[in-house]
């Protein structure tokens, strides 16, 4: 095959071969509730800083806390539900609760957003 015709699949990370990602992909295969909340969940979080790093992994979206990567927040998307870990602290066990409604979402925002303002 000449390289003229050769297109690649997809982006592809500068630090590696791998296909990078989109958050977009863990959209695909959700029911609309657990759509809904894991868009709103993304919004809030990149609201509390401009220091908030996203990173889209295969089965799950991480957030973290500036270059140091201090990671507070991991979600993992199911068919019906979230899987919201929340971290405080790196020697503390995380917080982790399945999540369904946005009235959850809204009780679990408080604990997010103290998880950011502490990570070291």
Do not use: C, W
């Amino acid at each position: 095959m000449s390289e003229e015709n050769h297109k690649p699949s997809s982006f592809q990370s500068p630090y590696s071969n791998k296909p990078i990602l989109s958050f977009e992909s863990h959209l695909k295969g959700l029911g609309e509730q657990p759509r809904a909340l894991l868009l709103e969940l993304r919004n809030f979080v990149k609201s509390l800083g401009d220091n908030v790093i996203e990173e889209v992994r295969p089965h799950r979206v991480v957030y973290a806390k500036s270059l140091t990567f201090r990671i507070f927040l991991d979600i993992q998307p199911k068919n019906d539900s979230l899987l919201i870990s929340a971290r405080s602290s790196r020697n503390e066990p995380a917080a982790i609760l399945t999540v369904r409604t946005a009235e959850e979402v809204e009780h679990l925002k408080p604990q997010i957003k103290h998880a950011y303002q502490i990570i070291r």
